[in-house]
C-alpha cells in the first residue's frame, strides 16, 4: 500500500524560504514520476512542479526560478524547496505520484513553465498547510 506523507509547512513571512518533505513507503521515490501540487481556499488544485525517474524536473511558471523540487533515494523521500515566499503561495501542499517513470499530465514549456493534470496522479499525501503573511 503506498502512502505519502507530507511535513514541514507552517507559516513563514514574505520573503522567507520553507522546505516541504514527503516521506514514501510502498513505493519508491527514484523509480517513477512524483510531483507536488497545491491547493488553495476556493481555488482549484494546481501542480506546482514534477521529477521524473530521471531526475528531471519541470516547474510551473508561478514558482519557476524560486521552489527546487529534489529527492533523497536513500530516504525515499521527496522534497520542495520554497524561496522567495510570496503571500499568493499560501495554500495546502500535496505530494503525489503516479504509476510511470516519465510524468503523463505535463504540457507547457522549459522557458513558459509547466502545467499539471492531477488525474494523472494516482498516489497523494493528506497534505501539509504553508502561510505566507505580508
Known amino acids: 500500500q503506498v502512502q505519502l506523507v507530507e511535513s514541514g509547512g507552517g507559516s513563514v513571512q514574505s520573503g522567507g524560504s520553507q522546505r516541504l518533505s514527503c516521506a514514501a513507503s510502498?513505493?519508491?521515490?527514484?523509480?517513477?514520476?512524483m510531483g507536488w501540487f497545491r491547493q488553495a481556499p476556493g481555488k482549484d488544485r494546481e501542480g506546482v512542479g514534477t521529477?521524473?525517474?530521471?531526475?528531471?524536473?519541470t516547474y510551473a511558471d508561478s514558482v519557476m526560478g524560486r521552489f527546487t523540487i529534489s529527492r533523497d533515494n536513500a530516504k525515499n523521500s521527496l522534497y520542495l524547496q520554497m524561496n522567495q515566499l510570496k503571500p499568493e503561495d499560501t495554500a495546502m501542499y500535496y505530494c503525489?505520484?503516479?504509476?510511470?517513470?516519465?510524468?503523463?499530465?505535463?504540457?507547457?514549456?522549459?522557458?513558459?513553465?509547466?502545467?499539471?493534470?492531477?488525474?494523472?496522479?494516482?498516489?497523494w499525501g493528506q497534505g501539509t498547510q504553508v502561510t505566507v503573511s505580508s
Open positions: 503525489a505520484a503516479q504509476d510511470a517513470q516519465l510524468c503523463g499530465g505535463v504540457s507547457g514549456t522549459r522557458e513558459g513553465g509547466y502545467d499539471y493534470n492531477p488525474a494523472d496522479f494516482h498516489y
Open positions: 510502498g513505493y519508491t521515490v527514484s523509480s517513477y514520476c
Open positions: 521529477i521524473d525517474s530521471d531526475g528531471t524536473t
